[in-house]
């Protein structure tokens, strides 16, 4: 079976090999440390193990919800945000054909995301739109009282339950939630809610290949169970015993944590799949949030290729030389289109006739590295066989395996994210939330 490959070789006009190699002793001390839960923030190291613990009853255990649902629903809203998002979202929107949305028949349910923002335009006309729609629910949240995940299940669950009843909406609903604590699982076990569990020591953003990730996947038809094996695989390409010059993951860590030393502070991982854009956004919020402390960190950034060459190109050719780019490359589309020859020639085009449309994409992918790499951008290329639930577990396991071992290399705590709760501080003091009374009083008197 193939596999993920990672090319370094455009790098080296701003590091050298040996900058890389440099990082074998402490890459090989960090993966001890993740595997022994030695590290920093080792009480939230369940992700490590995860693709080989899955077991055959929770994978059919979701399946079945995932059927239930299913036969109940056109539409499922999953509600979450963060971690408890973009997982699940980045799987679906690689794997659904571009113009799904605008089938009239679907073979599984169209599956929706809210709780992600507070517009409430867009929660306006969600509701406008689920209004006599057979629909439902997954939440999404450990403690319940996220305020934009809770606002999105308040409305949602009030227009469920006076659709098609109290009775009937508790079959439509799923809660992904606490084992034991917090307001939705006081809700759900009042209620008699379908439940899965987020386990204790998997954070948000390691939480793909939990029931969090998996019940939506599952939900728009997809096959976690292939998901699943490609993490498997993955877990045993990067596992502490591989070599570190045959370890994708701990190769990856040393070249960003070495462009980091030489002056690259951001790196833009980019794409020419257009159903690849939320993975650049999962793997933003995966990197970001768990290297961003301390005042250290690389500024994660994210473009879509050739789209972006229009308008970000600009910048990345020529702006400020303080990035680098990883690209993740698909090497093989799902179909076949060739450019015709045309009599007239208008467009000039005729030099492509009978050529894949893949192939001018893979010349453009070619021909930009080529000039970003002469620009002075140093680039890295991850390559997929093919897109598909497969490679995409692995790509997910090699992204998670190599942050965790390049958190380590910065010094950080890459699996705690104390920053996030800055706003919320604010926000409650704000709309005088009781409790935050204090805080109330303190911003208004700032904000004066």
């Not at 949030?289 to 990345?316: C, P, R, T, Y």
């Not at 409650?428 to 409790?435: C, D, I, R, S, V």
């Amino acid at each position: 079976m193939k596999t993920l490959t990672l090319d370094l070789s455009g790098i080296y006009t701003a590091v050298t090999p040996q900058s890389i190699q440099a990082w074998e002793e402490k890459s090989n001390q960090y993966q001890q440390q993740l595997h022994a839960g030695t590290g920093l923030g080792n009480d939230f190291l369940g992700w490590i193990n995860l693709p080989c613990e899955i077991s055959e009853e929770q994978l059919s255990s979701i399946e079945e919800a995932a059927r239930g649902l299913q036969e109940r629903c056109d539409y499922v809203v999953s509600i979450g945000i963060g971690g408890s998002y973009l997982g699940a979202r980045a799987v679906i929107e690689a794997l659904t054909p571009s113009f799904e949305a605008y089938q009239t028949k679907h073979t599984a349910p169209q599956v929706i995301f809210a709780g992600h923002n507070i517009g409430e335009d867009y929660l306006s006309e969600l509701v406008a739109f689920l209004r006599d729609k057979r629909f439902g629910l997954i939440n999404i949240s450990k403690s319940g009282t996220t305020t934009e995940p809770a606002i999105a299940f308040r409305i949602l669950k009030a227009l469920l339950e006076e659709q098609v009843g109290r009775e009937e909406a508790r079959e439509r609903i799923i809660a992904v939630t606490d084992k034991a604590r917090g307001a939705l699982r006081t809700l759900a076990d009042k209620e008699g809610y379908k439940t899965f569990i987020i386990p204790d020591d998997i954070g948000g953003r390691f939480s793909v290949l939990t029931p969090v990730g998996l019940l939506p996947i599952a939900v728009a038809g997809f096959d976690i169970r292939e998901l699943v094996r490609g993490a498997r695989e993955m877990k045993a390409l990067v596992d502490e015993s591989v070599p570190f010059a045959e370890n994708p993951s701990a190769l990856y860590a040393a070249a960003r944590n070495s462009l980091y030393q030489a002056g690259k502070k951001i790196e833009i991982l980019g794409n020419f799949h257009p159903r690849l854009h939320y993975i650049g956004e999962w793997w933003k919020q995966l990197y970001g949030e768990s290297e961003g402390k301390d005042h250290k960190g690389i500024f994660n950034a994210s473009v879509d290729f050739s789209a972006d060459l229009h308008s970000m190109g600009q910048w990345i050719q020529e702006g400020e030389r303080s990035i680098f780019e990883t690209i993740v490359s698909i090497a093989e589309p799902d179909t076949t289109l060739r450019i015709e020859s045309d009599e007239a020639n208008l467009d000039g085009l005729n030099y492509l006739a009978g050529k894949r449309v893949d192939e001018v994409n893979k010349m453009a992918e070619l021909g930009v590295r080529v000039a970003h790499i002469d620009g002075g951008v140093p680039n890295i290329r991850i390559v997929l066989p093919k897109l598909d639930a497969y490679y995409i577990g692995q790509l997910f396991y090699f992204f998670e395996k190599a942050v965790g071992i390049s958190g380590y290399m910065l010094e950080v705590n890459p699996f705690n994210q104390p920053g996030v709760e800055a706003y919320k501080k604010n926000m409650f003091a704000l709309l005088e939330k009781p409790g935050f009374e204090a805080d109330t009083e303190a911003i208004k008197a700032r904000l004066k």
